[in-house]
Nanobody, 127 residues
């Protein structure tokens, strides 16, 4: 099983930017699905962005498409989430999630797929 550690969350003003990082360690499978989720107070955990297939494509929830970008640095075993033009509704705890195998454009959004989760990093966007 892999271990995931997120960082980069903080308080930012509306319109600002943040870059979250997720460092992956442990027994990393040759094919691994990885994605970002978030959970706002009193809301369900929701999909934000993820890699599909064998990591060659990306998927985003509609409300962040065009503002957020998921990327990876394989040499550093790190996945990033660049967040631009932040809005108050982006306020949440952001989690990195991973699972062996590949995902489809549909399954990448299903939190039940993922077997490893980080502890989360808090993002607060002030209005």
């Amino acid at each position: 099983q892999v271990q995931l550690v997120e960082s980069g969350g903080e308080l930012v003003q509306t319109g600002g930017s943040l870059r979250l990082a997720c460092v992956v360690s442990g027994r990393i499978p040759s094919v691994m699905s990885i994605a970002w989720f978030r959970q706002a107070p009193d809301k369900e955990r929701e999909f934000v962005a993820g890699f599909t297939g064998f990591g060659s494509n990306t998927q985003y929830r509609d409300s962040v498409a065009g503002r957020f970008t998921i990327s990876r640095d394989n040499a550093k075993n790190t996945v990033y989430l660049q967040m631009n033009s932040l809005k108050p509704e982006d306020t949440a705890v952001y989690y990195c999630a991973a699972s062996p195998g590949y995902t489809t454009a549909k399954s990448v959004r299903d939190k039940r797929l993922y077997t490893s989760w980080g502890q989360g990093t808090r993002v607060t966007v002030s209005s």
